[in-house]
């Protein structure tokens, strides 16, 4: 069977059989175009570490649909990392982005092309990752290499099937290589129960490989420990709500903690020096030389020119309800922390441009704003899946649900908020506590692709004019919007369900 050329497609699941032959030495270079076939190319233990880097150089980094999958948009300002913070209500976007401001204002529908690329991505990913778990075994090399490898897809998968169960519900479950004659090729959806036991299974496995203990690059013990403490955690609330995984949830978010290191400067975690280390756990992988992103032009205000960029998007705002819901003093919202509503012109430094809104500096790319440099325009910051404080936070928040708030659990969030300027958290009762680990959820993992998620999980929004939280479904945000039912999923992408008649619509979509 060739499977670098040519496509198979489950409708318009868009499960591609593709396999990504990159350099084992960097998985950011680009793939190598020979016609292998999966009966040659599968047989030395080289060719298995290129497969595997190439599932994270085509869907998490800028290959295929690396980029465009979470973080690359359009000159609308639409990327998916981006629809997934609108979901949440606390980001305004440019008004020339109809698909944005459908989202924002609820009026968005299966047809929004967000939707259809998240869903195709993850799936293309998860073709690929079938075809490694189902070859690699039979290659001859040590069994010590197999198993890390295996164990680093085993992630991988259960890092893609973790975004579609959540954003969509039922998903179609596949787990074996699929081509044209197979009875997966138009699949009906798998109740979301058993996708959510097939991720953990899937980490569990990993969690036996022998991985790594950190590696920021490739998955790792502590991004395996920390995906699946965020799953225990989703699993304990809404829509399964088994609280008996808030435990799960705590133990192994507590394996985590002892692996990394909080930064002592926020500018860590969006400069070139510091990626893949300190508090950072799971990244995309940019490179100047070899792949560039658009994160800082969709961040930066709209139409003003801080930074040497072709364009400045505006596509993602925080509210000025939402930046000062942040405690007095809290050190995020000084002046280039978190925020900067300021900043040189890129073409005249001279002149200091004052924003009139608070934007994302968390996002900035220093390195890539300068003129006349080699970096000048090419963002190659990385993008962060997971980091220390989630896992920090989820530990207190699940052991908290165990057994209200404990030493360890104030110490793992204190660490935040000491960083932060805070005073430390103490005397709460659990309700107060899980009000406080919310919170600092939404200001300490701010505009991270998280906020969306943790709605769906508690059924509560943060309601920041009133420093409270309340039902999603009728407690108005900031812009005056009261969630609908149906948006704590996404819609089946109408182009797939046009395809495959055996996919169903979720309710109200």
Not at 101 to 120: H, Y
Not at 239 to 255: C, F, R, S, V
Not at 353 to 375: A, M, P
Request: charged share 20%; aromatic share 12%.
């Amino acid at each position: 069977m060739k499977f670098n050329l040519k496509k198979y497609r489950t409708g318009l699941l868009a499960l591609i059989v593709i396999a990504s032959i990159t350099s084992c030495k960097k998985y950011l270079d680009e793939p190598n175009k020979s016609n292998f076939t999966q009966e040659n190319y599968f047989t030395t233990a080289s060719q298995a570490r290129s497969f595997v880097n190439g599932i994270y150089g085509n869907y998490l980094n800028n290959q295929n649909y690396g980029d465009y999958l979470f973080m690359n948009g359009d000159a609308y300002g639409e990327a998916p990392f981006i629809t997934l913070e609108l979901f949440a209500g606390h980001a305004t976007s440019l008004g020339q982005s109809v698909n944005n401001n459908n989202v924002i204002f609820q009026r968005t529908d299966p047809t929004n092309p967000g939707f259809e690329t998240m869903w195709k991505g993850c799936y293309t990913a998860i073709a690929e990752c079938n075809i490694a778990l189902t070859r690699i075994p039979a290659i001859n090399m040590p069994d010590a290499t197999k198993k890390s490898l295996l164990g680093e897809v085993y992630f991988l998968r259960a890092f893609f099937y973790y975004h579609l169960v959540r954003l969509y519900g039922d998903v179609p479950l596949i787990t074996t290589p699929v081509d044209l004659s197979s009875p997966l090729l138009y699949p009906t959806r798998t109740p979301k129960d058993q996708v959510y036991t097939q991720v953990v299974n899937d980490l569990l496995a990993a969690e036996q490989s022998g991985l790594p203990a950190t590696n920021g690059m490739l998955a790792s013990m502590g991004a395996v420990h920390t995906l699946l403490s965020s799953v225990y955690l989703t699993m304990a609330g809404y829509p399964l709500q088994k609280t008996e995984n808030y435990q799960k949830a705590a133990d192994e978010a507590k394996q985590v903690l002892p692996l990394y290191t909080l930064f002592t400067d926020y500018a860590y975690l969006h400069d070139n020096a510091h990626k893949n280390q300190g508090e950072l756990i799971f990244q995309a992988q940019y490179d100047v030389k070899i792949a560039t992103n658009s994160i800082t032009q969709l961040t930066v205000p709209f139409n003003l020119p801080v930074g040497a960029y072709g364009d400045h998007l505006g596509a993602m705002i925080p509210t000025d309800a939402f930046f000062n819901s942040y405690e007095a003093g809290d050190k995020r919202t000084e002046e280039k922390q978190f925020y900067f509503s300021k900043y040189p012109a890129s073409d005249n430094p001279a002149n200091i441009i004052n924003f009139g809104e608070h934007c994302l500096y968390k996002y900035f790319h220093v390195e890539s704003s300068v003129s006349g440099t080699s970096n000048s325009g090419k963002c190659d910051e990385n993008w962060t899946f997971l980091r220390l404080p989630e896992a920090m936070l989820t530990y207190a928040e699940a052991s908290n649900e165990v057994s209200g708030p404990t030493a360890d659990a104030y110490a793992a969030v204190n660490q935040i908020r000491t960083r932060a300027n805070l005073k430390p958290l103490s005397g709460l009762t659990k309700d107060q506590f899980r009000i406080a680990i919310w919170k600092e959820r939404y200001h300490e993992l701010a505009f991270e692709d998280k906020s969306y998620f943790d709605i769906q999980r508690t059924h509560q929004i943060y309601d920041v004019k009133n420093n409270t939280f309340g039902p999603a479904t009728s407690t108005a945000n900031e812009q005056g919007v009261t969630m609908k039912e149906q948006y704590y999923l996404w819609p089946v992408p109408q182009r797939e369900i046009a395809t495959n008649s055996k996919l169903t619509q979720n309710a109200g979509w």
